[in-house]
C-alpha cells in the first residue's frame, strides 16, 4: 500500500503547515523584490499556487503569480 506523506495523518495538517511555510517565506522574498498589489491578494494566491505544488510534488506554473508586478 502507497501512503502520500502530504495527506497522510491528521486531516492534512502537515500539508497546512509546510505550505503556511512556503508561503510566509515566499511572500517576505516578493516583498523584498517590490511586488505591488493587494498584500491579501498575493498571499492567497501564493497560498493557492504553493498548496496545488505541494500536492502535486511539483512546482509552480510559470507566470502563476505575474499579475503582481515588480
Not at 492567497?44 to 499556487?49: A, G, K, S
Not at 509552480?60 to 503569480?65: E, H, K, V
Amino acid at each position: 500500500m502507497n501512503v502520500n506523506p502530504l495527506t497522510a495523518g491528521a486531516g492534512g495538517s502537515w500539508l497546512a503547515s509546510i505550505t503556511a511555510t512556503l508561503t510566509d517565506a515566499a511572500y517576505a522574498v516578493a516583498l523584498r523584490h517590490g511586488v505591488s498589489g493587494s498584500w491579501i491578494d498575493l498571499q492567497l494566491e501564493l497560498w493557492r499556487v504553493l498548496t496545488e505544488a505541494v500536492e502535486s510534488g511539483g512546482s509552480p506554473p510559470a507566470g502563476c503569480l505575474d499579475e503582481f508586478d515588480a
